[in-house]
């Protein structure tokens, strides 16, 4: 599925970074990100593959469980 970028920009940021729920944020994950996707972190690093970012993506959002990006 081809979705734009300002879709994607978007997705990762509600349904990825922004979810609380963990199924949700996996299949989210598991639909807008490749295999050998990374993400940066300037303090922490680089995460590389799905599981690695599901697993940050929790932690971020535990630190401030009831905000809402926008």
């Known amino acids: ?9 978007t997705r990762n940021l509600d349904d990825v970074f922004g979810e609380n729920d963990p199924a949700r944020r996996r299949a989210a994950i598991d ?16 995460f590389r593959g799905r599981d690695e970012i599901d697993r940050i993506a929790g932690e971020i959002k535990a630190t401030h469980p009831d905000f809402r990006y926008q």
Not at 1 to 9: A, E
Not at 31 to 46: L, M, N, Q, R, W
């Open 1 to 9: 599925m081809s979705y734009s970028i300002s879709t994607l920009l």
């Open 31 to 46: 639909e807008i990100y490749t295999d050998d996707c990374v993400f940066y972190d300037p303090s922490k690093g680089a």
